[in-house]
């Protein structure tokens, strides 16, 4: 049995969850959020609060409050509270931009984890115990002192303080508040089984049947013709960018599945703008990248910039603020950052590292704390005997406004998804 049907089972789990445009009680208590100048963004509830009605259910002393979703901003953004003026319940608040508060009334306490970049948030304690806050489905330590709660017979809000004076500029995915403290591994299985919900609800439109991610579900528009400079895609946000580029769309086998791709006609870079993914360019700049690439010749592309910092889609000739993976003419896999005419090698593999016409299939995580990871084919890439290592950490630049693919003719790229998770 998962985490999330065992609590069920305790009579421990209040889980409020935001598919979509709107939102559900899946704990199935039947208690119903009320919203309060909130919309949604993608999967998520953003601005504005929401309130559930108070319930026995709701008064304990020992809690674990959980956050799933993107905190953003600097100070002063309500997360969860349970109490009204004068009342000995808890606001628990995002208070900096890498710190959260909880405050019983009487005394605040302070805990300073990694926020940016990390969906999983949570509290867990018991009236009198210091706090323990737990990010990505881990300890991210002590609160800074003990806290004294009391039953308090106010309603639930999430996403602001009582009185309304903190309203969050985040975006909430999926909200609980468990009656118990949780263990070390339950948080590490509930932060797993989120992240699988938060798929499964995903309304991202460009996924199709097929395992081909870059286009509508409605379907794709394969091109006898080659494109040049715009959309490459109808309604995908794909373009081609700089007059001498030309692609065209074709359908490939890949992984035994007939799949669509871009095939490169006439040497230049494509570009998606994060923005169709529903993320800020902050977020943008963290989670996993998965995508695969077909070199067929022998010059330096195919690259993709994977993080992108600039406003517009240019890519390359030093312009670039952002990282790049590389499959080389010498068949090398490399990354680099670019710093505005500023190259700077993270790694790159020894040669005859791949197989010029074979196609792979790429995966980069980056952690909120700026590690990054690579992967081919679903092996860690191996830089020894080259330069650098993988994975390696960097966190010169945080934040991304395109995916930006740079291919040779023939090359083909495809499959492209983009998790803030």
Not at 121 to 149: Q, R
Not at 307 to 325: A, D, K
Not at 399 to 420: E, H, M, V, W
Request: hydrophobic residues 35%; proline residues 3%.
């Amino acid at each position: 049995m998962n985490i999330i049907d065992t609590l069920k089972n305790e009579s421990a789990l209040k889980f409020w969850s935001h598919p979509k445009r709107h939102s559900q009680d899946i704990s199935g208590n039947g208690e119903v959020l009320t919203h309060s100048g909130t919309r949604f963004n993608g999967n998520g509830l953003q601005f504005g609060s929401a309130s559930v009605a108070d319930s026995a259910g709701l008064q304990g002393t020992e809690w674990t409050l959980v956050l799933f979703g993107r905190l953003r901003g600097s100070t002063d953004q309500g997360i969860m509270s349970k109490r009204d003026a004068g009342g000995t319940q808890y606001d628990w608040f995002l208070s900096g931009a890498a710190e959260l508060s909880i405050y019983d009334g009487t005394n605040t306490r302070t805990i300073t984890p990694t926020v940016e970049g990390e969906n999983y948030h949570a509290i867990s304690w018991a009236s009198g115990e210091t706090p323990v806050g737990w990010t990505g489905g881990a300890s991210a330590g002590n609160y800074s002192g003990t806290i004294t709660v009391t039953a308090d017979d106010a309603p639930l809000i999430i996403g602001n303080l009582y009185d309304g004076s903190r309203t969050n500029l985040g975006t909430f995915y999926h909200v609980m508040a468990i009656n118990r403290k949780l263990t070390a591994d339950e948080h590490a299985l509930l932060n797993t089984e989120l992240i699988a919900l938060a798929h499964r609800f995903d309304s991202r439109p460009w996924e199709i049947p097929g395992g081909t991610k870059f286009v509508q579900r409605k379907g794709i528009i394969e091109s006898v013709a080659t494109v040049g400079v715009g959309e490459i895609i109808e309604n995908s946000g794909f373009r081609n960018t700089g007059t001498a580029t030309t692609s065209k769309v074709v359908h490939t086998a890949v992984k035994g599945v007939l799949c669509p791709v871009i095939e490169c006609v006439a040497d230049g870079v494509l570009s998606i703008p994060t923005s169709r993914f529903h993320q800020t360019p902050t977020e943008a700049a963290y989670g996993t990248w998965e995508f695969s690439l077909l070199k067929t010749g022998a010059g330096a592309a195919p690259l993709v910039a994977f993080i992108n910092g600039l406003s517009n889609r240019v890519i390359g000739g030093g312009v670039n603020n952002g990282y790049i993976l590389a499959m080389s003419g010498s068949e090398t896999i490399a990354c680099s950052r670019i710093d505005t005419g500023s190259v700077t090698n993270k790694f790159t593999t020894v040669t005859s590292f791949f197989n010029v016409g074979q196609r792979y299939h790429f995966k980069i995580t980056r952690s909120g704390s700026g590690v990054f990871t690579f992967y081919m084919d679903g092996v860690l890439i191996d830089a020894t005997g080259g330069s650098g290592t993988n994975p390696f950490t960097d966190a010169t630049i945080t934040t991304s406004n395109y995916i930006a693919p740079d291919l040779d003719a023939g090359d083909q790229f495809g499959g492209l998804t983009k998790d803030i998770v």
